[in-house]
């Protein structure tokens, strides 16, 4: 298993967005983003940095490999 990079919240929905992931609405400091086809939903904090503990369980929750969502960083 390939060890996380430390990325901030911007970084992050700009790589789900490369996977047709949208911004469905945003509340206070967290975005809420969506995928119709498979469908899947996903809440990222926008902060600095992501906690690796809760980026790992952001690429789980999308169906993503952690090799996947590197590429796309």
């Not at 990325?7 to 911004?23: P, Q």
């Not at 400091?29 to 469908?39: A, E, G, K, Y």
């Amino acid at each position: 298993m390939n060890k996380l990079p430390v990325v901030s919240g911007k970084e992050c929905i700009a790589a789900l967005e490369k996977a047709m992931f949208y911004v469905k609405r945003r509340e206070s400091s967290h975005v809420i983003l969506r995928r119709d086809d498979p469908f899947a939903q996903v809440v990222v904090p926008d902060h600095r940095e992501i906690d690796r503990g809760t980026l790992r369980a952001i690429i789980r929750q999308t169906g993503l490999s952690v090799d996947e969502f590197m590429l796309l960083l």
